[in-house]
């Protein structure tokens, strides 16, 4: 089971053929507004999402949160193509939110059993609990300022080691230690930087 494996890549191809998360409807965007986040849409390219999904070796013990995770297409990729014990992706806008319902269905009717290791829920990030995750991804480039340190606290305060990845770099923290900078292909730049952060001890889990 690898993230880059060819025809893995080529049944993401296939199911989201047609899928176009950039456009949402007024009332999903007024709910996501509502929340302090950005309706911006953007995705991190297949073969970063490879790239970045090999390099932090998910293993049976592990759970990924994608917050903010549109159309679930990298939660998807992850629960496909690694030996994550469990995906858990969080949207707020509902139409991406079932687009990734529809996808996942997809996976399953192409025979991929992995596909139930992805738990979808229609949610505002802010107000998931974080308490069994021991890995967070989160596409944050775009959100405002104040939602941005909202979520780093929120992350500061789960369980020590929990490795937050993510697209938008941090305050400094002495809860949140940055480990690492990779250079990732987004939909909106090439080579765009990617923060590995990990919780410090002593925080605490909610
Ligand atoms: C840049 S997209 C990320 C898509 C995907 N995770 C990826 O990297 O390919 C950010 C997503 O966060 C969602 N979002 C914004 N505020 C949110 C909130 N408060 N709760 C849940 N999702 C939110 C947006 O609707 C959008 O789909």
Known sequence: MRPDDPELLRLLRRIYRGVWGYDVGPADAARVERSGGAETYGEIRPAAAARLLAHLRLGPSDVLYDLGSGTGRFALHAALGTRVGRVVGVELARARHEAAVAARAAARAAGRRRADRLELRCADL????????????????????????????????????????????????PRLALEEVLRLDMSWRRRSKTYLYRVAAGGRSR
């Open 126 to 173: 802010l107000r998931v609990s974080l308490a069994d995750a021991t890995v967070v991804y989160c596409c944050d480039t775009a959100f405002p300022e104040p939602f941005l340190a909202r979520l780093a606290r929120k992350v500061a305060r789960a369980r020590p080691g929990l490795r937050f990845v993510s697209t938008a770099p941090l305050d400094p923290s």
